[in-house]
């Protein structure tokens, strides 16, 4: 693995040399954790016009998806080491670096509307102990957001803890979400997102959670037949900066950089509710013997119980920052729900 970052460290800058030789210009390097057409790419891509129209076209956003980089952990170390300017660092890989990140991760944290969970992810207060914890850890912050409802995928019908029983979940690699799934009673198991689907058809796992968008985009659809909606989580990504670049830009670039992550904060929100809407439909229209279930309250009643038990612990072996962090974050939903976060930028 380690291998394969450096020699993967060692392509980026030469693939993006070609760029940079025929434009002349400033190349930003920006991976993505997801294929073309998803949402962190629409997201991605919006970022590249918008970058090129505040620079005039003096800087190039080169858009790397996933399987040119390497996985989640592959490109997060790059942006580490300087050879990306920019990725898409998710918490649920990232929380094995910086373990406090994994508060965006707890279940039933959040308001369980998603645009105000929304606001919520942009509040400056929450952005700004990011921006603080992210630095310490020698890389920089500049937005998290979502990318749609967490959603299970199974071949059994779960509604229960006990239904969860030797039912082998796979999760991100996040240490929160093996604690979490294994407290909810099923087996869980950690895989980069890439090996997923081969997983499933080849039956090492029976089931995992992810949002609509990346079900049907993975095709995690044809291999499962229940889509189970706990209303618990939401998939939240974060991008993550090389600490030099971020230091190293003039102070007009920087305003610009958060003025086109503020801009995108809204739009992304309404780009990810679309999508995971048209994609639930094709899913159906192609598989229509998938049963869609929706938790009700009272199915929801044990877990939300384990995952503040979860939750309790997490906070007391992470200590007191990640403490703060989750009362910033329920502050931050307090003042979303109260209309006191704005995505003007
Ligand atoms: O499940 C995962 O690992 C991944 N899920 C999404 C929706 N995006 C990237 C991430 O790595």
């Known amino acids: 693995m380690r291998r394969l970052t450096i020699i993967l460290g060692l392509l980026t800058p030469l693939l993006a040399c070609d ?23 629409s997201y991605a891509q919006r970022f590249a016009e918008l970058v090129d129209e505040r620079t005039d076209g003096e800087v190039e956003v080169i858009v790397y998806p996933i399987g040119t980089l390497g996985t989640s952990d592959h ?12 990725a898409m660092s998710s918490p649920g890989h990232l929380g094995k670096i910086i373990p406090e990140v994994q508060v965006l991760l707890l279940n039933y ?9 929304s606001l919520a992810l942009g509040d400056p207060e929450l952005r700004a102990e990011m921006s603080e914890l992210y630095a310490e850890r020698g890389l920089g912050f500049l937005s998290a957001f979502s990318e749609g409802e967490m959603v299970w995928t199974t071949r059994e019908e779960v509604r229960s803890p006990e239904d969860f029983e030797g039912v082998r979940m796979r999760v991100m690699t996040s240490p929160l979400l093996l604690a979490t799934y294994d407290a909810y009673g099923a ?12 997983g499933l058809q080849l039956r090492m796992i029976d089931g995992q959670i992810n949002p609509v968008f990346a079900i049907e985009e993975m095709s995690f659809y044809e291999v499962t037949d229940f889509m189970i909606f706990p209303h618990h989580a939401l998939f939240i990504t ?3 900066a090389n600490r030099d670049f971020l230091s190293g830009l003039d102070e ?29 439909e094709r899913i159906q229209e192609r598989r229509p013997e998938i049963t869609v279930i929706d938790l009700t309250e009272e199915e929801r009643a044990p877990f939300r119980e384990r995952a503040a038990a979860v939750r309790d612990a997490f906070v007391q072996e992470t200590g007191e920052r990640a403490e703060h962090l989750v009362s910033t974050l329920e502050a931050a939903v307090g003042r979303a729900r109260a209309g006191q976060i704005s995505t003007e930028p």
């Open 187 to 198: 087996s869980a198991t950690p895989l980069p997102y890439a090996q997923v689907y081969s």
């Open 238 to 240: 974060t991008i993550a």
């Open 252 to 280: 007009e670039r920087r305003s610009m950089l958060d003025e086109i992550v503020n801009q995108l904060q809204g739009e992304i929100f309404e780009v990810q509710r679309e999508v995971n809407e048209e994609r639930l």
């Open 109 to 117: 944290v959040f308001s369980g509307d998603e645009e105000i969970d």
């Open 75 to 86: 490109v997060t170390e790059q942006v580490h080491n300087g050879t990306l300017e920019l």
């Open 19 to 41: 760029v940079e030789d025929r434009r002349g210009g400033e190349i930003w390097r920006f991976a993505i954790e997801e294929a073309r057409g998803s949402v962190q790419d």
